[in-house]
């Protein structure tokens, strides 16, 4: 599989703050690219994806794609206490298979 | 809608013994997927089915893994016989025809002992 590589946490930012997240993938020819919250035990849930480069908005989040720099990252706007979770960078290889980073834990202080 | 679910929710085995992983996709998704997370490292693909049929199984570590989808509807995931190092989170996800954006059920978390 291909290497996706995302910032290493803990993230800790105050409520009502920005939280920046970066991911960085090692296939060029990946087009597809797609940001997973997920809460201890639980199922990872989607809450973002992007395919062209530049941003897309979705609420309080964020995504911005770079395929030049192969750069992908998530901005959370007005950090609230239940955006804490582990946040998961994944990057489409082809045929519909997903490779994941580690993840970076963000923890929202109130 | 009911999401994907996953059963058991935890399993604790012996080495050597057998184990068997149940996925229930979402209705109607043709694909389905199936990941592990073992300890400290991050999810890794194991092998994607279109209904019935593997589409991709090059994820799969080895032939103690059994994957079948009879039926394209339910899948499971047998191993045979358990070791160690196959202990983590067995996630399971599925998306419609056509559709990359994959749903991920609740995971299956697998101790062997």
């Known amino acids: 599989q291909k290497e996706v590589e995302q910032n290493s946490g803990p993230l800790s930012v105050p409520e009502g703050a920005i939280a920046s997240l970066n991911c960085t993938y090692s296939?060029?020819?990946?087009?597809?690219f797609f940001w997973y919250r997920q809460y201890s035990g639980k199922s990872p849930e989607l809450i973002m994806f992007?395919?062209?480069?530049g941003d897309k908005e979705d609420g309080r989040f964020t995504a911005q794609l770079n395929k030049a720099s192969q750069y992908v990252s998530l901005l959370i706007r007005d950090s609230q206490p239940s955006d804490s979770a582990t946040y998961l960078c994944?990057?489409?290889?082809?045929?519909?298979?997903?490779?994941f980073g580690a993840g970076t834990t963000v923890t929202v202080r109130a | 809608e009911a999401g994907v679910t996953q059963f058991p929710s935890h399993s604790v085995i012996e080495k050597g013994q057998t184990v068997t992983l149940r996925c229930d996709p979402i209705?109607?998704?043709?694909?389905l997927y199936w990941y592990r997370r073992v300890m400290g490292k991050e999810i890794k693909f194991l092998l994607h089915?279109?209904?019935?049929?593997?589409?991709?199984e090059s994820g799969m570590p080895n032939n103690r893994f059994l994957a079948e989808r009879t039926g394209g509807t339910y899948s499971t995931l047998k191993v045979q016989p358990a070791e160690l190092e196959d202990s983590g989170v067995y996630f399971c996800?599925?998306?419609?025809?056509?559709?990359?954006?994959?749903?991920f059920g609740p995971g299956t978390r697998l101790l062997v002992l």
């Open positions: 996800a599925s998306s419609l025809a056509g559709q990359e954006t994959q749903y």
């Open positions: 296939d060029r020819g990946s087009q597809s």
């Open positions: 089915f279109v209904k019935e049929s593997k589409q991709d």
């Open positions: 994944a990057v489409n290889e082809g045929d519909y298979k997903l490779s």
């Open positions: 992007i395919y062209s480069n």
């Open positions: 209705s109607g998704h043709d694909n």
